[in-house]
């Protein structure tokens, strides 16, 4: 079992930087993969990065590539998105998912824990 709670999501002008965290709880963390995922309004959730269990592998939407940066920490039990550059289409409810796998999915359903979201707001 493992409970994820996202953090850090807010309001921020474009152009601007965030940093999501993800803080998981359980033993499992470092034998997962993670993944961050986005839902804007009246759209379906998409990837957006995803990271190996030990880090070694990072992957990336088109749409973020370049800007985002996803890491962690296992001595931590955390993961972050580190998110320059933003634009208002990064404007969604992000979500931070765990699965028991070395290699971090690209579909949603693949992923077996999810955090409650976080907001991230950027406005024009």
């Known amino acids: 079992q493992v409970r994820l709670v996202e953090s850090g999501g807010g309001l921020v002008q474009a152009g601007g930087s965030l940093r999501l965290s993800c803080a998981a709880s359980?033993?499992?963390?470092?034998?997962?993969?993670m993944g961050w995922f986005r839902q804007a309004p009246r759209k379906e959730r998409e990837f957006v990065a995803g990271?190996?269990?030990?880090?070694?592998?990072?992957y990336y939407s088109d749409s973020v590539k370049g800007r985002f940066t996803i890491s962690r920490d296992n001595a931590k039990n955390t993961v972050f998105l580190q998110m320059n550059s933003l634009k208002p289409e990064d404007t969604a409810v992000y979500y931070c998912?765990?699965?028991?796998?070395?290699?971090?999915?690209?579909?949603?359903?693949?992923?077996?824990?999810w955090g409650q979201g976080t907001q991230v707001t950027v406005s024009s």
């Open positions: 998912a765990a699965v028991s796998a070395v290699l971090p999915p690209r579909t949603s359903r693949e992923y077996d824990y």
């Open positions: 359980g033993r499992t963390f470092s034998s997962s993969a």
């Open positions: 990271i190996s269990r030990f880090g070694g592998t990072t």
